[in-house]
């Protein structure tokens, strides 16, 4: 290992803040090492950059040493996985799977995307999943987990998403309009959410930090 130098797991590096996570990471020369995980391997050429091809049910081919920071970008849609079953299995299970990894490997950071209004109990099987995706995540021993809770993400992705247009279609004209109470549901770029990322894991030092979509818009800028 390099004197002082850091190694990374990136896990959906393919996705919308994945990508932009990847990007901050290789422009950081504080790390030796950037494993990257997940179905398709990332465009990016750099030394640096190693892949693993995983579902995140087998650990076998990651670093036994694991990784000074894990970040976990991993996301689908029910319509894209075909039903909430293949749904849960990407954003629960998988996310879980890398979360006890992480802990057993003795990571010093885990950081996840997870969604506004997420709770255990939500009616709304969207945010239900997500929300009992940070209560096991809590009881996985992590020695730092960074929870970040973005609204609609704003950025270019590989895939077209309906429902994300449209929402953002809708949303961005009416933008200003959320303040006060409503500050919070304002839509936020993909990148921003990357860059308040990389500052959790850097500058985030305690037990379980839940970040909300309002507070994100500002860290690490």
Known sequence: MVKDKKSALLAGATGLVGNQLLQLLLQNDGYHTIWVSGRRA????????????????????????GATEVFCTLGTTIKKAGSQE????????AVVNLGRWAAQTGTAHFVVISSIGAQPKARNFYLRTKGQ??????????????IVRPALLLGTRSEFRLGEKLGEWLMQPLRFLLVGPLKKYRPIKAAQVARA?????QNRIGDTFIVENQELHTTGN
Request: glycine share 2%; proline share 4%; charged share 30%.
């Open 197 to 201: 990322m990389l500052h959790l894991a």
């Open 133 to 146: 995706m940070e209560q096991v995540l809590k009881t996985c021993g992590l020695q730092n987990l960074s």
């Open 86 to 93: 293949k749904f849960r299995a990407v954003d629960f299970e």
């Open 42 to 65: 990332p465009e990016a050429k750099d030394e640096r950059v190693k892949f693993i091809a995983s579902d995140f049910s087998d650990f076998s081919a990651f670093p036994k040493e």
